[in-house]
């Protein structure tokens, strides 16, 4: 919608998906049907005689590799999930004189879904090989936020019809955050009904919640004179949750410029040259793509012995990872020289030299066993930032 200068608008995504799953392809179990399937012996019926499901596969075979019938699996195994989706954004832009606007833009995604499967005491398990069996029930659920919020002030401008100018100064927030949990019960008293609060025990559960946050500034500067000559030149600074305290930020400038060849007085006559431009960038480029809190020092639970006899043994705490509150960002150098080549408005071609050099690389290196941590810690290669806190 357009109001004058003003311009504004929104859009939202919404959805609401029931599925009822047949585990053909599933990492939270090994039981799918096709493999299933692949591994039954043909000598083995579907059903008994009597109509029920035959089972002397899974019985017969059970010391090497348990084979439970598929199609009894398909039918009697519930798993089913429900998934509501959310997408949106909104926009607000100004433009406050000619060619200069300020905009605003808002987004955000929402995704959750809850999984329940029950396997029935109908189909049978390594404990009960001939059914009725215990029967077992698992819940999961996930969560997941993600938004984003950028603010840019742009300004574009054209001098004589030769000097094309445009510039940009920006600022981004970004925040995406998980939560979930999973629950495995059995001791159900019969499959009348199937969910948790039927159950007598838990066997298996976890939950786990994390959250990453990403602030940006930016700007930018573009020059076009006459198309032949471009040039452009940026720079943007990125702080990110997933490094310590010590180098949260990292800085990454970039330029490139371009020669439209093709466009000057001395190669106009040839018309079967399309296009030919000679073009050379600079830049550097950061990645954070780590774990959540991998810059922390965590603990472990652990049991200690205190004193002698029964019941000497407590329960207790100990260090498992190193801090590191140096870690930062990984930054990659690129250097680029490049040719565009076109003619008979058929053939294009390009070529590419670069050059390529990695700095800081983030590396997940195991612990020394006389450090007293068992597990790896997160450093920066090439540079003195390990330090044990």
Not at 206 to 232: G, H, K, P, T
Not at 265 to 278: G, I, P, V
Not at 345 to 362: G, P
């Amino acid at each position: 919608m357009k109001y004058q200068n003003v311009t504004f608008g929104a859009n939202t995504s919404i959805a609401h998906i029931l599925y009822d799953i047949v585990p053909t392809e599933d990492r939270f179990t090994k039981e799918t049907i096709p493999s299933l399937a692949l591994a039954m012996a043909s000598i083995f019926p579907v059903y008994d005689e009597d109509g029920s499901y035959n089972f002397d596969n899974y019985n017969w075979s059970y010391k090497q590799q348990a084979v439970i019938n598929p199609v009894a699996l398909a039918n009697e195994r519930e798993d089913r999930m429900k998934r509501n989706k959310v997408m949106g954004k909104a926009f607000f832009n100004w433009e406050i004189i000619s060619g200069l606007n300020l905009k605003t833009e808002f987004s955000t995604a929402w995704n959750s879904y809850r999984r329940e499967i029950y396997r029935p005491s109908t189909l049978p398990t390594s404990v009960n090989k001939v059914p009725p069996s215990n029967p077992e029930g698992t819940l999961r659920t996930k969560d997941y936020l993600s938004w984003t919020w950028e603010n840019t002030l742009s300004y574009n401008t054209r001098i004589n019809n030769i000097h094309d100018i445009s510039a940009v100064l920006g600022q981004s927030m970004q925040r995406e955050s998980i939560e979930g949990s999973r629950i495995t019960a059995n001791g159900f008293p019969n499959d009348l009904v199937t969910t948790l609060n039927a159950s007598t025990v838990a066997t298996n559960w976890d939950s786990s919640r994390q959250a990453w946050s990403l602030a940006s500034v930016f700007a930018r500067i573009q020059y076009n004179y006459d198309s032949r000559y471009l040039l452009s030149a940026s720079l943007r600074a990125d702080g990110s949750s997933r490094f310590g305290s010590n180098n949260r930020w990292g800085y990454f400038p970039s330029v490139s410029a371009g020669w439209y060849l093709s466009e000057e007085s001395f190669l106009k006559d040839y018309t079967w040259l399309d296009a030919l431009k000679l073009r050379a960038s600079y830049g550097v480029s950061g990645n954070f793509s780590i774990g959540n809190y991998d810059y922390y020092a965590s603990l472990a639970a652990d049991n200690y012995v205190v004193g002698t006899g029964v019941g000497s043994v407590a329960p207790g705490l100990y260090p498992s990872t190193i801090s590191n509150p140096d870690l930062g960002w990984e930054k990659t150098k690129m250097t680029n020289i490049g040719l565009e080549f076109g003619v008979f408005n058929m053939l294009r071609l390009e070529v590419d030299v670069y050059n390529s050099n990695t700095s800081d690389m983030l590396l997940n290196v195991p612990t020394p066993y006389l450090a007293g941590f068992p597990r790896e810690i997160w450093i920066c290669i090439g540079r003195e930032r390990y330090k044990i806190q």
